[in-house]
Structure formats: C-alpha cells, structure tokens
C-alpha cells in the first residue's frame, strides 16, 4: 500500500514541493501516452489512494476529484501517437511527464516519479512500482488514468468501430480483431508491432498523422489547478 514515507523523507532532507508524477497508456496501440504531476497538500488527506491499476473505474473518479480540490497543485499532459513513433514509447513517456511537471503552477523542487527519470534540472527518485509505494505518484496515476480514459471515450465517438471506450485503445480481443477488419486509424501507434501486422493485413495506404489539436480539446477544462 502506498505510503508518505518518500514525501516525508523528502521534507527531511529540505525539501517542500513535492511532486509525483507518473504516465498511463504506455502499453496502448491508439493515442497518447498522457502523465500526471500532483503535489499533494500534507494538511489535507485524502484517504483510499493507490496505484490506480487497483482501482475500479468509479473509486478513481471519486478519488481524481479529491485530488483535484485538495492537492496544492496537478496538472496532465501528454505525448502523441506521432511523438510515440518517433522517438520510443518510453522517451514519450518521459516527455509527457516532463510536460506535466512543466504545467505545474507550483513549481516543484523535489520528484518522485514512477520507474524513471526526467531531463529537468530538479532533484528526483526514481522509484520502481512508486504507484503502489508514494501518495504522491498514487495521485499522479489516478489522474493520468482518468485523464486518458475520458479522452479515449470521447475518441470512440470519431473512430466507433475499436471498442475505445471500454478496451481504451490496449491490444484486446476486440481491438486486434477490428484492427484486422478496418485497419488502423492515423492515431495508432504504428511503431507497435500489432498496428503493424493490421496494415500488412489490409490493402491500407497510411498518410499520415493529422493536426490532433481539436482531439486534445476534451482535456482543456480539466488540465491544470492549483488551490
């Protein structure tokens, strides 16, 4: 179960904006990987925080509002499918929490983040499994998940045939088969490997990505607070 042992640590060593910051949707075959950063306010608990894989879909939203009113600062970003294809699902993934942590109107001086590492002049710890250790990436991958997951329901309504809104873009049954039937969409991931086989499969002419500003508009209320 997550704990504030890595926050207070990190208090005792001086430090006092602490973030943490974590991604979802790496392991997806369609869209962004999005990223979390959330300072949590120690005057303020919020009870039942966890790594949000353990979560169901309702105990998360109740829980990503909460972080919302009572975190000194979040914010959500994301790297996509385009970024995703050029430069490795990992680097986009650092690039999305390098993003989030960018979008903090409290400026951080302390990360704790999920697995890996950021290329920001700031003191942070890499923590494997930190969703399921930290508060403050527990928060952070409660956001990114809730964050993605209403984006890929509004995506189910642009491309109706993939099943987005309950499989959310990951390589399900369902998915894989629509793949084989229709092909891929020009916001997959064509770096993967099942994307791939789909346009071996079909008689398809990929040409391109499109401009996705209109797509990320479904996030524009819900990116950034501060209290």
């Known amino acids: 179960m997550p704990s504030s042992r890595y926050e207070r640590a990190a208090r005792s060593a001086g430090y006092r904006t602490i973030a943490g910051v974590d991604e979802a949707g790496r392991g997806a075959l369609f869209g962004p990987v999005f990223a979390a950063a959330v300072v949590l306010d120690p005057s303020r608990q919020i009870r039942g925080l966890d790594d949000s894989k353990l979560l169901d879909a309702d105990r998360r939203a109740v829980l ?14 994301g790297a996509d499918a385009f970024e995703i294809d050029r430069v490795n699902i ?3 993934s650092r690039l999305a929490m390098k993003r989030a ?31 399921s250790l930290s508060f ?7 956001l990114a ?14 491309f109706p045939h993939y099943g987005f809104s309950h499989n959310k873009g990951y ?3 369902d998915h894989l088969a629509a793949l084989e039937k229709f092909g891929p969409t020009t916001l997959h991931r064509f770096s993967f490997e099942p994307v791939r086989n789909a346009c071996q499969s079909q008689d398809y002419v990929w040409s391109g ?7 990320f508009r ?10």
């Open 90 to 92: 990992l680097q986009a």
């Open 209 to 215: 990505y499109p401009e996705q500003g209109e797509l």
């Open 64 to 77: 990503a509002e909460r972080i919302r009113e009572r975190a000194s600062a979040w914010a959500v970003a």
């Open 136 to 142: 403050s990436i527990a928060a952070a991958s409660i």
């Open 171 to 173: 390589g399900t049954p």
């Open 101 to 131: 942590i960018e979008r903090l109107r409290a400026a951080s001086d302390f990360l704790l983040i999920d697995a890996v590492t950021v290329d920001l002049p700031l003191s942070q710890k890499a923590i494997i499994h930190g969703d």
């Open 145 to 158: 998940k809730t964050a993605r997951d209403a984006a890929l329901a509004r995506w189910d309504q642009v």
């Open 218 to 227: 479904c996030l524009e209320a819900n990116v950034t607070n501060t209290r």
